[in-house]
């Protein structure tokens, strides 16, 4: 499995960034987030087929993520960006759809997100 990561870059706060990330196989893929110093954290996943999702807490209502499996990529759209949520995002793939990572089997690298103030 193969994960490419893109679509980030530096945005003021209350602006929108995409990530898009090409994921080969069908799995339920996930965002996850680290900023320095601190824990990777659970952002938001769907199912194989998009019939399902999942969010964080601090996330939900302001981000979406969806999946074109005909194009093999899964998307993060988010908006009302602030400045917490500043990291390095990281898309992953895994049989099950959950907001643990360790039930991850696959990563791609990670790309950066910055809110400016």
């Known amino acids: 499995v193969q994960l490419q990561a893109s679509g980030g870059g530096l945005v003021q706060a209350g602006g929108s960034l995409r990530l898009s990330c090409a994921a080969s196989?069908?799995?339920?893929l996930g965002w996850f987030r680290q900023a320095p110093g601190k824990e990777r954290e659970f952002v938001a996943a769907?199912?194989?087929?998009?019939?399902?999702?999942l969010y964080s807490g601090s996330v939900k209502g302001r981000f979406t993520i969806s999946r074109d499996n005909a194009k093999s990529t899964v998307y993060l759209q988010m908006n009302s960006l602030k400045p917490e949520d500043t990291a390095v995002y990281y898309c992953a793939a895994g049989l099950s759809l959950s907001v643990d990572p360790d039930l991850y089997d696959y990563w791609g690298q990670g790309t950066q997100v910055t809110v400016s103030s």
């Open positions: 196989g069908r799995y339920a």
């Open positions: 769907i199912s194989s087929y998009g019939t399902r999702t």
